[in-house]
């Protein structure tokens, strides 16, 4: 993690994601999709570090893209990104688990553990998704 | 019921989603007078100093729960590679488990660039990591190591500071452990000298500390040699009765007698070690 060179990328506000009402086609709540809404469990955070681990490795990315697009110039994070593509695209259908080989050694993330690998296993979970809806989710028929 | 909650796949890591339903439960428990049980800490005396040819590191090893004493004996100083041990203070399960993981990372590190582990890696890796989790991670550690430029001791507050120090001290019997090391520390100690000042500051601690107790670990660590001495010094032995209230055989006169054997056979051995780790 380089973090002199992000002196460049201090900006005053960042953009805060994650939180706020769940839109759907028609710019109203779907309920369909993502269940009653309620104010008190959309608006605010049950956790001070909720919003920043859900984030957490798309702001590194984009750290990380934005250094190395100033010290080796536009190509280096696009052909990145161009491979990341790729390799996010050779798994199996959503409610399997995958491995993610390719995209973890692409990131590095096969030399290093983390809590994501210790705590919470996605594949020790006790509920599978509904395959037909994942899938269609997926495809973005729904 | 929210159906399409499970539209993405989960991911690992923390999950948040009891945390609303425990800040209800905390206000309903202090509602009716109880309390919510409380995580164990190791209130600590945790030391290191760097001496002539490289640096020793000591804990105590008590670990509360509140006001009681969880644990008489535990040890504090966690390996994290052959030439780098850790003491942790705070939450004893985040310093288990933060000291495990980056020995992990370490050891997967130092496989994929062929050569011993150095103690800033270690040092980085601590930091960022507590650094992401803002300080809930309760970790204080002092960290030390041998490396190709020496030896270096390094103390990593939980919120992610660092600093790089030749003596350091941590947990809530630091202050009368750097009592000593500010009135006794001088550069380039012999080992010896350097193992007394450290016994020292440790049992500083455990005296002048409620939270630290029991006995005290050291760690000396120099080039190609780790001495792992526990217990080094048992401070806080268990009292010796000085009288005996036993009456002397005799005393009662004895009128009868009848001996009744019992027939027992032994059907099944096993032995199964303590684990005093």
């Known amino acids: 993690m380089n973090t002199r060179g992000l002196r460049s990328q201090l900006k005053d506000s960042v953009p805060v994601t994650g939180m706020g009402p769940q839109v759907g086609a028609y710019g109203v709540q779907d309920t369909l999709r993502s269940g009653f809404s309620s104010v008190k469990n959309e608006l605010l955070p049950s956790h001070v570090l909720e919003l920043s681990e859900k984030n957490f490795q798309l702001n590194q990315d984009k750290m990380n893209f934005s250094t190395l697009r100033n010290i080796q110039g536009l190509h280096a994070p696009l052909k990145l990104q161009m491979e990341y593509r790729a390799a996010r695209q050779i798994q199996r259908l959503p409610f399997l688990q995958s491995s993610h080989l390719a995209l973890d050694t692409l990131k590095g993330n096969d030399e290093s553990i983390s809590f994501e690998d210790i705590l919470n296993d996605p594949a020790q979970s006790e509920m599978m998704g509904e395959p037909h809806i994942m899938v269609e989710y997926k495809l973005g028929m729904m | ?277």
């Open chain 2, 1 to 277: 019921m929210a159906t399409l909650s499970v539209c993405q796949t989960q991911l690992g890591g923390f999950s948040f989603e009891n945390c609303k339903r425990n800040a209800v439960l905390e206000t309903e428990v202090t509602k009716v007078g109880c309390r919510m049980p409380a995580a164990r800490k190791t209130g600590t005396t945790i030391v290191g100093v760097v001496f002539k040819d490289g640096l020793v590191l000591g804990a105590d090893t008590r670990a509360t729960e509140g006001m009681i004493v969880a644990d008489k004996n535990c040890s504090k100083i966690h390996y994290i590679s052959p030439n780098i041990y850790c003491c942790g203070a705070g939450t004893a399960a985040d310093t288990e488990m933060t000291t495990q993981i980056i020995s992990s990372n370490l050891e997967l590190h130092s496989l994929s660039t062929g050569r011993l582990p150095r103690v800033a890696t270690a040092n980085r890796m601590l930091k960022q990591m507590l650094f992401r989790y803002q300080g809930h991670i309760g970790a204080a550690l002092v960290l030390g190591g041998m490396d190709c430029n020496g030896p270096h001791l390094y103390s990593i507050y939980p919120h992610g500071s660092t600093d790089k120090l030749p003596y350091v001290t941590m947990g809530s019997g630091s202050l009368a452990a750097m009592a000593v090391f500010e009135d006794r520390y001088k550069q380039d100690m012999e080992e010896e000298d350097a193992k007394r000042l450290v016994r020292d500051a440790i049992a500083a601690g455990i005296f002048n500390d409620l939270g630290s107790g029991s006995n005290i670990d050291l760690c000396v660590i120099t080039k190609g040699r780790v001495d792992y001495l526990r217990p080094h010094d048992m401070a806080n032995k268990k009292g010796v009765r000085t009288g005996s209230y036993k009456y002397k055989r005799g005393t009662t006169g004895v009128l009868t007698k009848t001996v009744t054997k019992l027939d027992l056979e032994v059907v099944e051995e096993t032995i199964q070690t303590m684990d005093t780790s």
